[in-house]
């Protein structure tokens, strides 16, 4: 079983920075790709941030940037460094893992919520 925790979310003014972090715990794929997605009161969760096993990383438009994500293979750990924060990135931030080859991520976490005040 794989269990995914983030953690790091928090309130920030307009401009802020913060870092999330995600750990997995388990025994995920052996080559796995680390995903960030959140969503906003209202609106469908969307993607993020993403970086592969091999580290290339791939951001969606609103976030590039100004967030960075990054990964610890040895502590299956993947952080999100989030600058210039605006109200916008107010949502409950999830990460998620899907192994290499495989579309869909499978195992999320519990989401950790990000609010940045105007």
């Known amino acids: 079983q794989v269990q995914l925790e983030e953690s790091g979310g928090g309130t920030v003014p307009t401009g802020g920075s913060l870092t999330l972090s995600c750990a997995i715990n388990?025994?995920?794929?052996?080559?796995?790709?680390m995903g960030w997605f959140r969503q906003a009161p209202g609106k469908e969760r969307e993607f993020v941030a993403s970086i592969t096993w091999s580290g290339v990383d791939t951001y969606s438009d609103s976030v590039t940037g100004r967030f960075t994500i990054s990964r610890d293979k040895t502590n299956n750990t993947t952080d999100l460094k989030m600058n210039n924060l605006t109200p916008e990135d107010t949502a409950v931030y999830y990460c998620?893992?899907?192994?290499?080859?495989?579309?869909?991520?499978?195992?999320w976490g519990q989401g950790t919520q990000v609010t940045v005040s105007s």
């Open positions: 388990g025994r995920p794929a052996r080559t796995y790709t």
């Open positions: 998620a893992t899907r192994p290499l080859g495989v579309s869909n991520y499978g195992y």
